[in-house]
Antibody, heavy 125, light 107 residues
């Protein structure tokens, strides 16, 4: 059974750096084809994809946020960490981590099939 | 970036109605499209992937179709439990992008 859970601060001040941790179980991020991503959703707004990290440490970022984001993994701890620098009130959102679906030979594009419950991060002074 | 546009933004229908939501991509994404259901306060749930493949455990009243730039999600017989916001997502090209969502309400 795959589960993911986000953790981190609920309140950060403008200009601060946000660090979020995704702790997962039910799969290994050292297995071929596996990946974990981060997505956010401002209150009442649409989902926004942020970043993705693969088992082989290949990383993908949203171009609009690339200069502010860093995604890393710790396979021994079953964790993925997202850092976002220079936080602003517009970054107030629920942040989700999610597992990238894997099936067949893993050679096809796949979406996100298991999501964490999300964590609301408010940016305010 | 590929823009995903959903219509309508809000949909009001009766229990038992057939409901259709449309998602258009700003350029071809082949069949690499997913549909998610999101209930208030909850994380998105994957319903459909590869435009028409039903995720395991999802009721068969949900179906998806389309390819290229135009896609639809259909609920064959709307149930009270289907009240939610539905979002499409393209995963053909990075950056992945989502539609703005369609809120489905019971009339």
């Amino acid at each position: 059974q795959i589960t993911l859970k986000e953790s981190g601060p609920t309140l950060v001040k403008p200009t601060q750096t946000l660090t979020l941790t995704c702790t997962f179980s039910g799969f290994s991020l050292s297995s071929s084809g596996v990946a974990v991503g981060w997505i956010r959703q401002p209150p009442g707004k649409a989902l926004e994809w942020l970043a993705l990290i693969y088992w082989d440490d290949d990383k993908r970022y949203s171009p609009s946020l690339k200069t502010r984001l860093t995604i890393t993994k710790d396979t021994s701890k079953n964790q993925v960490v997202l850092t976002m620098t220079n936080m602003d009130p517009v970054d107030t959102a629920t942040y989700y981590c999610a597992h990238k679906k894997y099936y067949g030979s893993g050679s096809y594009p796949t979406p996100l099939d298991y999501w964490g419950q999300g964590t609301l991060v408010t940016v305010s002074s | 970036d590929i823009q995903m546009t959903q219509s309508p933004s809000t949909l009001s229908a009766s229990v038992g109605d057939r409901v259709t939501i449309t998602c258009r991509a700003s350029q071809s994404i082949s069949s690499w499209l997913a549909w998610y259901q999101q209930k208030p306060g909850n994380a998105p749930k994957l319903l459909i992937y590869k435009a028409s493949s039903l995720e395991s455990g999802v009721p068969s009243r949900f179906s998806g179709s389309g390819s290229g730039t135009e896609f639809t999600l259909t609920i064959s017989s709307l149930q009270p439990d289907d009240i939610a916001t539905y979002s499409c997502q393209q995963y053909n090209t990075y950056p992945w992008t989502f539609g703005q969502g369609t809120k489905v309400e019971i009339q």
